[in-house]
């Protein structure tokens, strides 16, 4: 079992900017992938943002490819998401999730993810 408990969300006016958290506890991991997923009203929750808890590697969705940023603090066992010049469009709720490394071998997807954080709410106003 892992947890993963996400913080960091509010309202930020368009062009601004917010930085997530999400602490995961429960087990050592090593070959594992965290990921950021968000899921608007109305809307399917889609990727955001994963890394590869060892090497590091990240991988972004294109709609945020070059304002928002994935890293991880491997002591404090912490995944962040800073997220920079938000847009209306990133209003959602954004959830942390995490996978073992062998069940994600292409972009993440909900399917793939074997455990989910409650979530946090980040509006953006235009």
């Known amino acids: 079992q892992v947890y993963l408990v996400e913080s960091g969300g509010g309202l930020v006016q368009a062009g601004g900017s917010l930085r997530l958290s999400c602490v995961a506890s429960?087990?050592?991991?090593?070959?594992?992938?965290l990921g950021w997923f968000r899921q608007a009203p109305g809307k399917e929750r889609e990727f955001v943002a994963s890394i590869d808890w060892i090497p590091g590697s990240t991988e972004y969705a294109g709609s945020v490819k070059g304002r928002f940023t994935i890293s991880r603090d491997i002591v404090e066992n912490t995944v962040y998401l800073q997220m920079n010049d938000l847009k209306p469009e990133d209003t959602a709720v954004y959830y942390c999730?995490?996978?073992?490394?062998?069940?994600?071998?292409?972009?993440?997807?909900?399917?793939?993810?074997?455990?989910w954080g409650k979530g946090t709410l980040v509006t953006v106003s235009s």
């Open positions: 429960g087990r050592t991991f090593t070959r594992a992938v």
């Open positions: 999730a995490f996978a073992p490394s062998w069940k994600v071998t292409t972009t993440p997807t909900p399917a793939n993810m074997d455990f």
